[in-house]
């Protein structure tokens, strides 16, 4: 049996199983967060992937936490549901490959308001089912190099990077060295430029979870925006 107080929860954005995107980070990370168990790392790009590959390819809308005590699952799921169902398609576009902070992600081409709004609706309607941050995770936190509005994003909503210090991306790889930089973009652009030009929208909210702080992330149930149905269920 999972340790249930340390399981978390993550309200991401991911392409269908079957798309063509989700298809080349399967491959390119070496895991897929729909079939857990699947698929290995490629020996020769590991120390550059452990963090995406053990949080599956996604872009985060509400980053990971832990339910409040007394909290079942499927209370958050209703929730979500119910969220999804009143939400409309929200667009992403194009995408390109970009550097953050030493790493590269996958970022929209022409950055829209209306992501930041959706991602910060999600933020703010599901907090209420988030349990406080633990003192180990706040001083984690606290020791990246935050501003003021970051702290405090960081207190309220459990992360710092939300409503206008939110920037929407898929992550790729870890932090890169510089001398590095210019061989890996070349590799991630063979991988995954194919598929970059689509019109992407978040028309999908899926609900990771991850049983355990060692274990991978994986995807839990999913529900379409304006359907009011759920796509998948437990994993």
């Known amino acids: 049996m999972p340790d249930l107080p340390s399981r978390r929860f993550a309200i991401y954005y991911t392409p269908a199983p079957e798309h063509p995107l989700t298809v080349?980070?399967?491959?390119?990370?070496?895991?897929d967060a729909f079939a857990p168990g699947t698929g290995t790392a490629d020996v020769g790009k590991r120390e550059f992937i452990s963090?995406?590959?053990?949080?599956?390819?996604h872009a985060t809308l509400k980053a990971p936490f832990?339910?409040?005590?007394g909290t079942p699952v499927e209370a958050l799921e209703r929730a979500l549901r119910g969220f999804a169902a009143s939400m409309s398609v929200c667009p992403i576009g194009p995408m390109r490959i970009d550097l953050i902070g030493g790493f590269f992600a996958?970022?929209?081409?022409?950055?829209?308001?209306?992501?930041?709004?959706?991602?910060s609706r999600v933020v703010e309607t599901l907090d209420r089912f988030r349990a406080p941050m633990d003192g180990d995770d706040l001083k984690r936190r606290m020791s990246h190099q935050l501003d003021d509005v970051e702290t405090t994003n960081l207190v309220t909503w459990g992360y710092p990077y939300v409503r206008d210090r939110f920037r929407f991306h898929m992550?790729?790889?870890?932090?890169?060295?510089?001398?590095q930089r210019a061989g890996m973009r070349n590799r991630l652009d063979a991988v995954f430029q194919p598929y970059l030009s689509e019109d992407y929208r978040i028309d999908v909210l899926s609900l990771f979870v991850q049983e355990h702080r060692n274990a991978d992330f994986v995807v839990r149930s999913q529900f379409a925006l304006k359907s009011g149905a759920a796509l998948r269920t437990a994993v």
Do not use: C, M, N, Q
């Not at 832990?66 to 005590?69: F, I, P, S």
């Not at 992550?171 to 001398?179: A, G, M, N």
């Open 24 to 31: 080349a980070a399967r491959t390119w990370l070496g895991r």
């Open 51 to 57: 963090e995406p590959r053990r949080y599956g390819f």
């Open 66 to 69: 832990r339910l409040k005590e």
């Open 106 to 119: 996958l970022v929209p081409v022409h950055p829209l308001p209306t992501l930041r709004g959706f991602a």
């Open 171 to 179: 992550t790729l790889t870890d932090r890169v060295p510089e001398e």
